[in-house]
């Protein structure tokens, strides 16, 4: 019986590729776990079992940069609570930096976690199109993919074996678009990071808010490369909206700059954004820019619960030097609850879709409020929060003013 399976003919080159690798891959596992041990540890060896390997992919350099550190300590403080064992079996990390927005380079990355380290989990993905570019290499090796943050709605409808544990763009978008429209805000001018994500997020706030009565009056958007906001802001200037709805991930920073100095904050235009616009682990180096911004997130670090207490506090004991807590990093605290679960349900023998049915429905209680895993969608059923930035305590931090209880994601698929 030959060792590498024959594929099918008509499928793209690179898939009957990545089939043949995976199988073997696994046919050098089976080999390699009996060859060359002495006697009496072979006997044994089906007790001693590897530990569960998690790939964790996600954008670690550029304005993501303190993404790395605030990852490491969060994994090193649940394992400080939770140990690093689960169903019998010990747990290993294995980092990669997708360098940004390089669906490529996540899919090179994702084939070398699966069939060169052998991994049981891949988690992370900062930017969405990089998790679609790994969604059929997870269908074809059954390797079940954790998101992290990417938020792209329908991201997972043909990827079986991924679910959602960040949040959709619809989620943030309706519940502020609603918030603005009962809080009297008529004219919007709509600004965007200008790929797929940021016109999702666009459109989905300027659907909800139209819908309701509200008007936008121009829109903009620009590369993730942007540096110089003065051109944008002036746009904003002459157009006179109530309120600018922003999608900008870590480009936050300059435009609020630049919208401060030009007195746009003193004019009575309001800023509206998803979260990421003022992450709280970018939220020390934006500071004073931030002042009044309304968002709509998932999480707070002002959360009041103390769950989220006593995750920021042991995050903040296993790296006193960390970035402050983070929605991404709040994220990555329940997939790792989710993974210990499902470990210990299957006693460490892990099945991908035994292990996909467990997390399917799975609920508990997460530093951000209560969370669960729709088992139709495999998408995140959350409370969204809006929230206003303000200095508290000394510190700049965003402070729920209202909330969306346990929210789906209202995009019909």
Known sequence: MPLIASTNSSEPAEVALTKTLLITRRAACALTSTLFLPMSLASRV??????IRIG??????????SANQVYHATIKAFQKLHGNTAGGRSFEFIYRDDTGL?????????????????????????????????SELSTQSKVPVLITNASTTNLMAKAPYMARFSYTQGQLTTALASWALKNKIKS?????????????????????????????????GFPLSTLDFTTYVQRVHDAQPEAVFAFLATAG????KAFRDAGLNRSGIRVLGTGDLVAEDLLPSIGEYADGVITAMNYSYAHNSSLNRAVIAAVMAADPTTPPFSFSAAALWDVL?????????????????K?????KGIAFESPRGPIRID???????????????????GNWTSVEIDTFPMVKDPIER
């Open 56 to 65: 964790l992919i996600s954008t670690f350099s550029g304005g993501f940069s």
């Open 337 to 353: 609850t989710a993974i210990y679960r499902v470990v210990d349900v299957q006693k460490g023998s892990l099945d991908p879709d």
């Open 355 to 359: 292990t996909m049915a467990l997390l």
């Open 188 to 220: 919007v001018y709509n600004v965007f990071l200008d790929f797929s994500t940021g016109h999702e997020a666009k459109d989905l706030f300027t659907n909800a808010f139209t819908a309701g009565g509200g008007k936008i009056v121009g829109e903009v």
């Open 375 to 393: 088992p139709d969608t495999r998408d995140i059923v959350q409370n969204i929060y809006i929230r206003r930035t303000q200095l508290q305590n």
């Open 253 to 256: 920073r300059g435009f609020l």
């Open 46 to 51: 089906g007790a001693q079992q590897p530990p």
């Open 102 to 134: 390089a669906p490529e380079t996540a899919r090179r990355l994702a084939q070398e976690l699966i069939i060169g380290e052998h991994v049981d989990f891949l988690v992370g993905f900062t930017f969405s199109p990089n998790a679609a570019a790994v």
